[in-house]
Every structure is written in structure tokens, then in C-alpha cells.
């Protein structure tokens, strides 16, 4: 039911053995990312409201946290459940319930605290707080903002001629638009223009009655693996990480799998892009890997001609590009009705 993904690719439960000897020998702490479907899987275990099959699997997810020892970070599943995208603040109500509740179910494993590898081996979550999100918006913006326009380029023909083109397009406004090439969005649009029917999922490409909101949803998992990427350079707090990205939803799992995180360039204080490999190997571009090559080439050296320059993307034309692509969105799909 629960799949696990690090900066490598995909993976299983870090077992109590490797947790030990990375805190042991290179003073890692190896912590779960849980998205937000996660999340809500152990607040229904502590509230009785999952389905028995449902309630089993969560059941025996809580154990197999405890025997391995792994810390959990919930941050960011949370603030996909709390966040208001309108002021882009936390419900502090429904945050505080969610967050005991999570709590309630890790520490419902009475040897939890004594197998826990972390500092002080304390089993309690750090409480999130309703401001915390705010610095993450950007991010998330851009995010949503690029898997919109996938969703766009989509509703136009998503036959096999078409897949090369729809790539070109996207990296182009990418580029032009936004300023930057964002490499996880990118996989996501390879994966869904190459003929991946789980990872159009991803975003509610092909769905009856699409929403913004099955984009605002593929942004989030986007956002998790990027996280997962910088936990996995950057320290968390000056302690060293090695993040494991948790979750059950498959068309995430399907598209995210492809990427591993290689590194990062370091260019200044402020900016360290991924260095991320992601994968064409797609039906779509069967014969067709020279051609789809070329195009990732063209784009990574613009990519790296924009790095140098550092410009950074003014708020006001974030927000401009987004109202732009959600009234082309309404647009189409008010017609289609």
C-alpha cells in the first residue's frame, strides 16, 4: 500500500539496522516525508474512521515505523491539508487536531520511544506552525503553475506525433515564461506527453469532470519530492538528513520513481539548482530518444545561460502568469460543457 522514495529513486522502509549505523557513523537522522494522504491515514487510525482494510495497513505501517526507528516529518502533508491557498495561511484549528492526532497514532507503539534513533530519542512531533508555510509559496506557485500549463498543452492532442512537440512547447515556456526549467515538473510532462496513463493521473489529465484542483494536487506531490531533494543536500535544523519520501498514491509513485537526485550547483548563497536525471523511457518516444535528447540538450544549456544571469522572478509576474493560465483553463472548459 505505502510506497517509499528517496533522492536515489525507489526504496523501501529504512530498516532499524541502517537507521542505527547512518546515525551511528555519519550522524544522519533518517526521517519520514509523509504527504498528505499519509497523514490522513494515521489521523483515521487514532479517530476509528478507516475502513478495516484501510485500518489493518495503517496498523501495521505504525509498527513498522516503530521497530525501524525512523523519525516522521508531517510538515508538509499538513500544510497541504490546512493551507488556505487564497491567504496562505495554516488552519490552526483543523492543524492542532490533525497534528495530535498523528502524534497519538506513532506514539500508539509503547516501544516507540525507546527504538527511536533521533536526539534525545523523543517521540513527539514538532508542532508546525500557521506562519510556517508562507516562505514555501513561491515554490508552490511556480509548481502549480507549470503542471497547469502541462495540463493545458494536454487538451490540444496527446497522440504519439504530438508527444516531441508537447514537450518542446512546455520547456520553451518554461524557459520564456517562468524564467527557469524546473526538472521534476519536466519529468512530469515527459511521463505524461509519452503516453504514461498513470502519471496523467498525476494532475486529472483525461478525467470526466478535471478540476484546478487535480493540478493543485500533482503541484503537492511535486513539491514533496523537491523537498525531498533539499532535505537530502541541505541540513534540517544543522542536522544532517536522509529523507524518505512516503506515500500511497500510485501516479505519484509512477512519475517520481524516474528522478534521482545527482547533486546541485552551487552559484550563490540563495541559489543551488538540483542537478536531477530523470527518464524519456516512455512509449510514445520509442524510437525517438535521439530526438527527445536533443531537446533536453537545447534546453540545459539554456538553462545553465539563465543561472549565470540570476535573474529572479518578480511576485506580481508569478501571480500574472497564473491568473492567465487559470482563465485559459475556464475558458476551454466552459466551452467543453
Known sequence: MYKYVD?????????????IRLAKDEGVVTALVID????????GLTRGSLPPSMRDQAHQFVQDIALSGVDVLPGFGLAELCLDHTTWTLDATRLESLERNISLAIDSVPERASLQTGDGAASEIEPVNVEMFRPYVPLLQILYASLLKVALIATRGLSSDLAVPNVQTFLAWMSDELGCVSVLPLQTAVAIFGGDSLARRLIGVGKQDHSLRDVRSGAWDVFYVHQLYHATLFMIDGVPHRPVFVTRDRASYDVFSHSWLQGAIR?????SPFLVGITSDYPHYEGRQDEIASVFKATALARVEKLVVG?????EHLDATIGRLELEWQTLHRHAT
Open 311 to 315: 535573474e529572479r522572478m518578480e511576485q
Open 36 to 43: 498528505a494522504n499519509v497523514c490522513l491515514d494515521l489521523a
Open 7 to 19: 533522492s536515489r529513486g525507489p526504496t523501501e522502509l529504512p530498516s532499524r539496522e541502517q537507521v
Open 267 to 271: 552559484f550563490d548563497e540563495r541559489r
